[in-house]
Structures are given as C-alpha cells and as structure tokens.
C-alpha cells in the first residue's frame, strides 16, 4: 500500500481547487466556499438563490445540460398531474435550490475527470472550454419558451 504524504495531500488538494476554479470560472469564491463546507461537513445540502429561481436555466447557464433535461421532464410532467401539478413544480424549484451547488459540485469533478482522462496532455485549456457558463444558451431557451407562449396565448384568445 503507497503512503500518501501530507505535502502531497495539500499539493493535489491545491491541485483540485485549482482545477475546479478554472472550470467554474465566474462566482469562483462563491463556490469554492460552498463546496468546502459541503466537503468538510459530508452534507450536500446548500442553498442556492440563483438556482432557486431560475431552475433549469441555471443549468443551462452552468453547462449542466443532461441535468437541465431531467429536471424539464420533470417538470413537464409535474405540471400534467390534476390539482397538485403547480405545488409540484414549486417543490421542484426548492429541491433545485436546496442541491443545485451539490449537482454542480458531482457536473464540475466529473467533468474534470473524464477530462483528465481524456485530455491529460492539455487539460487546462479543454478544461476552460467545457467549464464557464453559457448565458446565450440560457436566454435564447428562455426567450424561446416566451415567444412561443405568446404565440399560444395569441392563437387561443386571438389578441
């Protein structure tokens, strides 16, 4: 069994720190602070406003694709269940706050890794790329999904 020292600990922990900043790009010390807390407390509950409010499109605006997706199905059926599908959609929201740096923390390290895996060569740079955010992406769905409701509203009450 290999012995890990203490100076090589703090080295890859700084190493990892480093990495996961690179990938998250903007708000770094926002979620630096969060995923401390949650490494150091083993919780992955951790509130997150942003999250809260615009749900998948903080997803989206994160680069969190596959996860966005779910939570669209999600919600899509949550809205189609008789009487309850608002409260759904209103629980889904706080389930997004209360674990969206948790989800983010799980989309940045895996990311990370494969690209390590992937990329060892010139990671930093692949790592920049596939990390950040995509605001674009997220206000084009979002003014998609807005036109197209006005366009529905239109068509049913012929304004």
């Not at 998250?24 to 926002?30: H, T």
């Not at 749900?55 to 919600?75: D, H």
């Not at 608002?86 to 209360?98: K, V």
């Amino acid at each position: 069994m290999q012995q890990v020292s203490t100076e090589q600990m703090l080295h890859t922990n700084d190493n990892e720190v480093n990495e996961v900043n690179l990938f998250v790009q903007k708000n770094q010390k926002f979620y630096e602070e969060k995923f401390r807390k949650m490494d150091e407390t083993g919780k992955s509950i951790s509130w997150n406003w942003a999250a809260f409010f615009m749900g998948i499109y903080w997803m989206i605006y994160r680069k969190m694709y596959f996860k966005a997706f779910a939570f669209f199905i999600l919600s899509v059926v949550a809205s189609h269940t008789p009487y309850i599908g608002t409260i759904l959609n209103f629980a889904i929201l706080i389930g997004i706050g209360i674990y969206a740096n948790a989800l983010y923390l799980d989309h940045v390290r895996e990311s990370i890794k494969k690209i390590n895996i992937l990329f060892p060569n010139n990671k930093e740079e692949i790592i920049k790329k596939k990390g950040g955010t995509n605001l674009p992406l997220a206000l084009g769905i979002g003014g998609i999904q807005h036109l197209l409701l006005l366009i529905l509203l239109f068509i049913v009450f012929g304004m």
